[in-house]
C-alpha cells in the first residue's frame, strides 16, 4: 500500500540536506538528463525525472518526457509530486494502475487527471549520510506490472546517484559516470553503433557470454553468438537474428524477448531482452541498444505449471505406478532440462525402497544407473528415505558428506556419466511417506529452494496417486475377503444348519418325554438355529444378487397393498406399537413382490425394534413424477450423521447400537439396499428430528403402455 508520512517530509534535517545539495548545483542540471533518459530507455517508459524533494515543492535535477510546465520551469508542486512517497518511505514505492488504487490521493491525483499519468515507480536517492532527499522515478501513461527486475534496476541506478556536501548529483564527466553505471548493473547491457559495431559490454553481459570481465572482445564475438545464443525453441540464434540487430536494422522496439544462452559445461539460462534503437534529438539513427534481465527461475516456474497438467494426465490414465513413471519422469525432466529421473518406491511387504521407473534422455549406456537398492540413510535417495527430507547435492564430485563405500560407488557412478547436480525429493501423502523422487543434472545447478518446492509439488501428485491405488487395492482385498467368508458361510453352514435346524424342531416337538431343562435346551437350540439360517440364507441372497445369479422375478404389482400387509402383520407382531400410515388406494409399480415385501418387513422391523414403547412409526407412500417414494420415520435412537452412509455396507452396524447392546448382523440395510438398487431404485437414512431416523426408498414406478 503506498503511505505518506508527512513527518519525514517536513523532517528539518532532511530538509537542510535537500537545501545543502541544491547549493552545490551550479549550473551543471544537463547531465541528469541523461540519468533519467538511461532509466527511461531501461525500464521502456516515457517518462522519467531525478528530483529533490523540498518542503512544498520538488526540484527537477534530470528529466526525461515529463509534461510541461514542468519541463521549462524544472519544479513541481507537491500536490503534483510522486517523488515524494519514495522519500516518505524511505524504500521502493510503485502502483500499477493509479485509477485503480483505494487511496483517493493516488486515483484522483492531479498527474492522472491533468496529465493522464496512470503508472509509477519510485527509489529514493540518498545523501552521504544515507538520508533520503530525493527520487528516481520513471512514470508511464498506460498501466503495468513493475516487475522485481524493474525495481532492482533502477535501485542500482539511484545507488550510484548519491549526494555530498559540495559534490554534485550524476555529475557525467566525459561519460565515466555513464560507463561506470552501466558496468554496475546487474542487468546485462550491450550497444552498437549506426554500423553494427559493438561498442559497449559490460560486465553483466560478458557474464552471461563467458568473457573476461573487461578487456577488447574477441575478434569472432559476433560469430560465435549462434554457439552460444538459442531462442525459446532452442534454435541457433545468428547474429542477425538478435534483438540488438534487430533494433538496429528495423527499427523494432522489442519491450520483452526470451533468449537462451549456453555455454558448454554450464546450465541453461534464460534472459528476458529489451531492444531499442537509439536515435538523436535530429531523428538520426546512431545506433541500437539491448538490455537482458535473467528470469530462469521465473520461467521454470511457469514450465512446471505445464509440467503439473501433465503429469496429472499421465496419472489419471495409469492403473499403478509403475506404468506411469516414465511418462511422468520425462515430464519433470523435461520441464528441468535435465536429462535423468528415477521414482523409488517402498515395497509394502518387504519396507525396503525399490526403483519402479525411470526416464534418460542422455543416450549413455545405463552402467548400472538406474535400478539399484537403496540403503536407509547413505546416498542421496537413501538420506531423502530416511529423513523424509529433501536433500540437495550441488556438485557431487565436491561433496564431503558421501563418504560411505555404498556412497562411493554411487559417486562413481553418477560421475561416469556426467552427472554433476542431483536432488531427491520425499513421495508423500499427507505424513505417509511412499518413496522418493531423484533428478540428476549434468550442469551445476543452482537456486535449491525454488526447485525443491516446484518438485515437491510433483511428488505429492506421485504420493496422492500412490496413496489412492493402495487404498482401491485394498478395497478390493476387503472385498474379496468378503466375498470369500460370504460364500464360505453361505454354502459351507446352510447344509449343517438346515439339519441341526430340522432336527431340533422336531426333538422340541416330540418332547413329551423330556423333561423341563431338556425342552427349555431344545427350543433354545431350534430358536438359535432358525437365526443362523436366516443369516446363512441373507449372505446367500446378497452373493447371489451381487454375482447376477439372483434374478429378480419382475411383475407389476400393487405397492400400496404390500406395504399395507406388512404394516398389518408388524402390528399383530409388535406390543405397544402405535403405526401412522398414509397410503394411496393403489399404487403399481414393477417389482419382485416376495423380495419387496422382505425389505419392506425389515425396514419396519427396524423402526419398531429402536423406537420407544409406543412411539409413533409413520409410514407413507405417494407417487412422485415417474417414482414412488416410501417413508418410514421413527423417534428412536437414529444413527450418527457420519455412519449414514455406512450403515449399508455388510456387518456395520451404528455405534448408538453398539453400545445400547441390541443384537443383530448389521446385514439387513445391506440386503435392502442389493434388492432396491436391483429395482432400479434408491434407499437413504435421513435425521428425523428431534429424534430418530427416516428411511427414504425411492422405485422407478415403470412405463404406462400406450
Not at 353 to 377: C, I, K, N, Q, R
Not at 473 to 482: D, I, N, S, T, V
Not at 498 to 520: F, K, P, V, Y
Request: proline residues 6%; glycine residues 10%; hydrophobic residues 40%.
Amino acid at each position: 500500500m503506498v503511505m505518506l508520512d508527512e513527518a519525514v517530509l517536513g523532517n528539518p534535517v532532511r530538509l537542510e540536506a535537500v537545501e545543502q545539495a541544491m547549493r552545490t548545483l551550479p549550473g551543471r542540471i544537463g547531465h541528469p538528463d541523461d540519468v533519467a533518459t538511461l532509466a527511461a530507455r531501461m525500464l521502456s517508459a516515457p517518462m522519467a525525472a531525478v528530483t529533490l524533494v523540498g518542503d512544498d515543492e520538488e526540484h527537477i535535477l534530470g528529466m526525461h518526457g515529463v509534461p510541461e510546465p514542468f519541463r521549462s520551469s524544472r519544479r513541481v508542486p507537491m500536490s503534483h509530486s510522486v517523488c515524494k512517497y519514495a522519500v516518505s518511505a524511505d524504500s521502493v514505492v510503485l502502483s500499477a494502475d493509479m485509477t485503480a488504487e483505494r487511496d483517493p490521493g493516488l486515483s484522483e491525483h492531479p498527474l492522472v487527471r491533468e496529465y493522464g499519468v496512470r503508472t509509477f515507480l519510485t527509489v529514493p536517492i540518498r545523501n552521504g549520510d544515507d538520508r533520503p532527499i530525493g527520487s528516481l522515478t520513471v512514470l508511464d501513461g498506460r498501466p503495468r506490472h513493475w516487475s522485481g527486475a524493474d525495481a532492482d534496476t533502477l535501485v542500482t541506478i539511484a545507488d550510484t546517484l548519491v549526494v555530498t556536501a559540495g559534490v554534485e548529483v550524476a555529475a557525467l564527466d566525459d561519460g565515466a559516470f555513464l560507463g561506470a553505471l552501466l558496468q554496475s548493473l546487474d542487468a546485462g547491457v550491450i550497444a552498437c553503433d549506426a554500423a553494427g559495431t559493438v561498442v559497449f559490454v559490460n560486465k553483466a553481459m560478458r557474464e552471461v557470454r563467458g568473457l573476461p570481465p573487461d578487456g577488447p572482445l574477441p575478434d569472432d564475438y559476433q560469430d560465435r553468438t549462434a554457439t552460444v545464443l538459442t531462442g525459446p525453441d532452442e534454435r541457433p540464434m545468428p547474429w542477425e537474428q538478435t534483438p540488438l540487430i534487430r533494433a538496429l536494422r528495423h527499427g523494432e522496439h522489442i519491450p520483452s524477448e526470451d533468449v537462451h544462452a549456453k555455454l558448454p559445461g554450464h546450465r541453461s539460462r534464460v534472459f528476458g531482452t529489451t531492444a531499442r534503437p537509439i536515435v538523436d534529438s535530429g531523428g538520426r539513427l546512431l545506433g541500437a541498444v539491448s538490455v537482458a534481465h535473467e528470469v530462469t527461475a521465473l520461467r521454470r516456474a511457469e514450465r512446471f505449471r505445464a509440467c503439473h497438467i501433465a503429469v496429472e494426465y499421465v496419472l489419471k490414465k495409469a492403473t499403478d505406478a509403475r506404468e506411469a513413471a516414465p511418462e511422468v519422469l520425462r515430464a519433470v525432466t523435461g520441464t528441468l532440462g535435465w536429462p535423468a529421473a528415477e521414482l523409488f518406491l517402498i515395497d509394502d511387504a518387504t519396507g525396503s525402497l525399490e526403483a519402479v521407473g525411470h526416464w534418460d534422455s542422455s543416450g549413455f549406456d545405463p552402467d548400472g544407473f538406474f535400478g539399484h537398492t537403496p540403503v536407509p540413510g547413505e546416498g542421496i535417495t537413501g538420506r531423502a528415505w530416511k529423513t523424509g527430507r529433501a536433500i540437495w547435492v550441488p556438485d557431487i564430485a565436491l561433496s564431503r558428506d558421501l563418504r560411505t563405500e555404498h556412497e562411493r560407488e554411487r559417486v562413481e557412478i553418477c560421475l561416469r556419466r556426467g552427472v554433476r547436480t542431483a536432488l531427491a525429493v520425499p513421495v508423500r501423502d499427507g505424513g505417509t511417506l511412499f518413496g522418493v523422487l531423484t533428478c540428476y543434472a549434468g550442469t551445476q545447478e543452482y537456486e535449491p529452494d525454488l526447485l525443491t518446492v516446484l518438485l515437491d509439488g510433483v511428488a505429492a501428485q506421485i504420493g496422492v496417486f500412490v496413496s489412492r491405488r493402495r487404498a482401491e487395492e485394498l478395497g478390493r482385498q476387503l472385498a474379496r475377503a468378503q466375498a470369500d467368508f460370504v460364500d464360505l458361510v453361505g454354502h459351507e453352514l446352510r447344509t449343517p444348519l438346515t439339519s441341526i435346524t430340522a432336527n431340533a424342531t422336531i426333538l422340541a416337538e416330540e418332547a413329551a418325554g423330556l423333561d423341563a431343562d431338556c425342552r427349555q435346551m431344545a427350543k433354545v437350540i431350534a430358536r438359535n438355529a432358525a437365526a443362523l439360517q436366516r443369516i446363512a440364507d441373507t449372505l446367500l441372497d446378497l452373493a447371489g444378487l451381487d454375482s447376477g445369479h439372483l434374478v429378480l422375478d419382475l411383475r407389476e404389482i400393487d405397492f400400496a397393498s404390500l406395504v399395507a400387509e406388512s404394516v398389518t402383520a408388524a402390528r399383530r407382531g409388535a406390543d405397544r406399537l402405535t403405526l401412522v400410515t398414509q397410503l394411496p388406494a393403489g399404487l403399481l409399480l414393477p417389482a419382485d413382490a416376495e423380495r419387496l415385501r422382505q425389505v419392506v418387513d425389515d425396514l419396519l422391523s427396524n423402526a419398531i425394534r429402536y423406537s420407544p414403547p409406543g412411539a409413533p412409526v409413520h409410514v407413507t407412500l405417494r407417487a412422485e413424477g415417474t417414482m414412488a417414494e416410501l417413508c418410514i420415520a421413527d423417534q428412536g435412537i437414529g444413527t450418527p450423521a457420519d455412519e449414514r452412509a455406512r450403515v449399508f455396507d455388510r456387518f456395520f452396524r451404528g455405534s448408538n447400537v453398539r453400545h445400547q447392546g441390541t443384537s443383530g448382523s448389521g446385514l439387513g440395510l445391506s440386503l435392502a439396499r442389493a434388492i432396491i438398487l436391483q429395482h432400479g431404485g434408491t434407499i437413504r437414512l435421513e435425521e428425523n428430528r428431534p429424534s430418530g431416523t427416516v428411511v427414504r426408498v425411492r422405485l422407478p414406478l415403470g412405463v404406462a403402455e400406450s
